[in-house]
C-alpha cells in the first residue's frame, strides 16, 4: 500500500511551526520555574493573541525579524480589539517575558518589546456582594444544613466554612483550594478569634481572624466530615473536598471548583455574587469596623505598598455587618431542634 504524500508546507507555515515550538519551549521554561497551571494557561491565551495578529494582520511570522515597529504595529492591533487597559497591559507583559526567553535562547540578539511601554494597570472599582446577596445565600446554606440527607448536609457545611472564610477572613480562591485542617486554630475564650494560618508562596507564613460564626459552624462540619470519612473510607487534611451529591470524591477543592459553586448559587438563588465580590465586601467590612490599613493589608496578603484608596473612596453608602451569620445559624438551630422534637 502506497503512502500518501503531504503536501509540502509552505514558508509561512513553516515559520509558524518554527514560532509554536519556541513558545513550548517558553512554557517548559516557566513550568521549570514553578509557575501554575493557570498561569501558564493564561501565557498561553495572551500568546495566542499575538500569533493571531503575525498571521492575519502583520503577514508574516518570523519571530528573528521582529523589530520595534512591528511591536508598535501589535499595540495598535491590541488597542482596537481590547477595551481594557489590563488586557492590553497583559499581552504586552506575555510578549516581552517570551521575546525575554528568545534573548536568553540566543534566538534574538535583543527583545524589541522592551523598547514600548506598557498599558497603565488601572484598578477596577470594587464591586462587592450586596447584604441583601449575603443574607439570601447564608439562609440558604443554613436552610440545606439541616436537610435530611447527610451528604446535603455536609456539602452545605462545608460551602458555610468556604463563605466564612473569605467574608470574614478575605480569603482567595487560591487560599482555599489546599487549606488544611490544621491551619485552623479555634479560640481558648470568648475573647480570641478563630484563626486560619496562610502559607503564600513568595512570602512568610502569616494569620488571619475570622468572625465568631466560625466556631460552631467548623466545630459541627468537622463532626459531619469525619463521619463521612469513616463512612467511605476516605482520608485527606484537606479542610474543604471534591464531592458530587453521593459521595466524596477527593480532599481539597480547586478554583475552578469554587468558581462554579459559585456560579450555581448565582443560577439557583438568582444573586449578583461571586467569591471576588465577597472577598471585597469582607475588605468593606474591615474598613467599616476601623481595622489598621497595615493589618487589613497583612491580611489580603498584599505588599506593604498596596493602596486601599479605592476602598476608602467607595466606603460611603457601603454597610456590611458580620453579626447576622451567628444570630441566624442559632435561629436554624433552634428551628430545626424544635422541628425534631415537635415542639
Same mark, same amino acid.
Given at each position: ?47 495566542? +493573541?499575538?500569533?493571531?495578529?503575525? !498571521? !492575519? ?6 519571530? =528573528? ?39 536568553? =535562547? ?36 443554613? =436552610? ?85 470519612? !469513616? ?48 472577598? /471585597?465586601? +469582607? ?8 481595622? /489598621? ?40 438551630? !433552634? ?9
Amino acid at each position: 500500500m502506497t503512502k500518501a504524500k503531504t503536501a509540502p508546507m509552505n514558508n509561512d507555515e513553516k515559520e509558524l511551526k518554527e514560532l509554536l515550538a519556541y513558545q513550548q519551549e517558553f512554557f517548559k521554561s516557566l513550568q521549570n520555574k514553578g509557575r501554575s497551571v493557570n498561569t501558564l494557561k493564561n501565557y498561553r491565551t495572551d500568546l495566542q +493573541c499575538f500569533n493571531t495578529f503575525l !498571521k !492575519k494582520e502583520s503577514g508574516h511570522v518570523r519571530v =528573528e525579524d521582529m523589530q520595534t515597529p512591528h511591536v508598535l504595529e501589535y499595540g495598535d492591533y491590541l488597542q482596537n480589539k481590547y477595551t481594557s487597559d489590563n488586557s492590553r497591559r497583559r499581552r504586552v507583559q506575555a510578549l516581552r517575558l517570551f521575546f525575554d526567553f528568545l534573548v536568553e =535562547e540566543k534566538v534574538v540578539s535583543s527583545n524589541p518589546v522592551r523598547k514600548i511601554p506598557t498599558s497603565p494597570k488601572f484598578l477596577d472599582k470594587p464591586r462587592p456582594a450586596a447584604m441583601v446577596d449575603l443574607k439570601t445565600l447564608w439562609q440558604f446554606l443554613l =436552610e440545606e444544613g439541616h436537610s435530611r440527607n447527610g451528604m446535603t448536609r455536609l456539602l452545605a457545611r462545608r460551602n458555610q466554612v468556604m463563605v466564612l472564610l473569605i467574608y470574614t477572613g478575605g480569603l482567595k480562591v487560591s487560599d482555599l483550594s489546599n487549606l488544611k485542617v490544621d491551619q485552623v486554630t479555634l479560640p481558648k475564650n470568648e475573647e480570641e478569634s478563630p484563626r486560619v494560618l496562610i502559607h503564600p508562596p513568595k512570602r512568610d507564613p502569616y494569620t488571619v481572624p475570622l468572625g465568631q460564626a466560625f466556631v460552631p459552624v467548623f466545630e459541627e462540619y468537622l463532626d459531619l466530615l469525619r463521619e463521612q470519612q !469513616k463512612a467511605q473510607n476516605i482520608e485527606f487534611k484537606q479542610l474543604l473536598f471534591n464531592a458530587n451529591p453521593y459521595r466524596i470524591l477527593s480532599g481539597g477543592l480547586s478554583s475552578r471548583g469554587i468558581e462554579v459553586i459559585f456560579e450555581d448559587w448565582r443560577e439557583r438563588l438568582m444573586l449578583e455574587i461571586t467569591a471576588k465580590s465577597l472577598r /471585597q465586601s +469582607c475588605i468593606f467590612l474591615w474598613l467599616q469596623k476601623r481595622v /489598621q490599613d497595615t493589618l487589613i493589608k497583612e491580611w489580603m496578603g498584599v505588599a506593604p505598598s498596596y493602596s486601599l484608596k479605592l476602598y476608602k473612596d467607595h466606603l460611603d453608602g457601603q454597610v456590611f455587618d458580620d453579626g447576622f451569620l451567628l444570630e441566624l445559624y442559632y435561629h436554624y438551630k !433552634k428551628h430545626s431542634y424544635e422541628r425534631l422534637h415537635g415542639q
